[in-house]
T-cell receptor, first 113, second 111 residues
Framework: KQEVTQIPAALSVPEGENLVLNCSFT??????LQWFRQDPGKGLTSLLL?????REQTSGRLNASLDKSSGRSTLYIAASQPGDSATYLC????????????FGKGTHLIIQP | DGGITQSPKYLFRKEGQNVTLSCEQN?????MYWYRQDPGQGLRLIYY???????QKGDIAEGYSVSREKKESFPLTVTSAQKNPTAFYLC??????????FGEGSRLTVL
């Protein structure tokens, strides 16, 4: 069964730093991988979706990469801001996976002003 | 605006009561999902529906029930058989590209 691991579980950095969040998965036969942001007490907001045929996706200061062969994805956040403080989750969908995504437990990010 | 609406946002239940959480979407998506989120754990799938009048159990369906009578609606009932129902419940629906969109969630507390 697909397992998704996110490292680190928590991260605190000063404002302005570039940072990388990691996501690894055990089954490389994925259909897509999605990164989400969750603020306390809120639902998940989709940040980036990477299809299996793609290597990366970019949106503003965010860049997500995908390496299926090694079972890894990274989310790069450039010039971090206090408003980026949130929990970031990655999730993967396998081929034929009608039952949705498998989620990691998330990385809790704090950007210090 | 197109989106997913969950209600209520907060719900309190006495032990032995059934409660129903609402999830409505106007995105015209076929599939809908219910997840449960507990502190320190990833999201876990309760039930999912690929099409109207059809639904399947997820990983933790015991103590829950659903219906899918309309494309727009996928209500979740937390029954008295659910032993530990206090949690944050999230409804989601995927677009045709597979991108998953979530509602704002419902927090259920058992008193």
């Amino acid at each position: 069964k697909q397992e998704v691991t996110q490292i680190p579980a928590a991260l605190s950095v000063p404002e302005g730093e570039n940072l990388v969040l990691n996501c690894s998965f055990t089954d490389s036969a994925i259909y897509n991988l999605q990164w989400f942001r969750q603020d306390p007490g809120k639902g998940l907001t989709s940040l980036l979706l990477i299809q299996s045929s793609q290597r990366e996706q970019t949106s503003g200061r965010l860049n997500a990469s995908l390496d299926k062969s090694s079972g890894r994805s990274t989310l790069y956040i450039a010039a971090s801001q206090p408003g980026d403080s949130a929990t970031y989750l990655c999730a993967v969908r396998i081929w034929g996976g009608a039952d949705g995504l498998t989620f990691g437990k998330g990385t809790h990010l704090i950007i210090q002003p | 605006d197109g989106g997913i609406t969950q209600s209520p946002k907060y719900l309190f239940r006495k032990e032995g009561q059934n409660v129903t959480l609402s999830c409505e979407q106007n995105l015209n998506h076929d599939a809908m999902y219910w997840y449960r989120q507990d502190p320190g754990q990833g999201l876990r799938l309760i039930y999912y529906s690929q099409i109207v009048n059809d639904f399947q159990k997820g990983d933790i369906a015991e103590g829950y029930s659903v219906s899918r009578e309309k494309k727009e609606s996928f209500p979740l009932t937390v029954t008295s058989a659910q032993k530990n129902p206090t949690a944050f419940y999230l409804c989601a629906t995927p677009s045709f590209t597979g991108e998953l969109f979530f509602g704002e969630g419902s927090r259920l507390t058992v008193l």
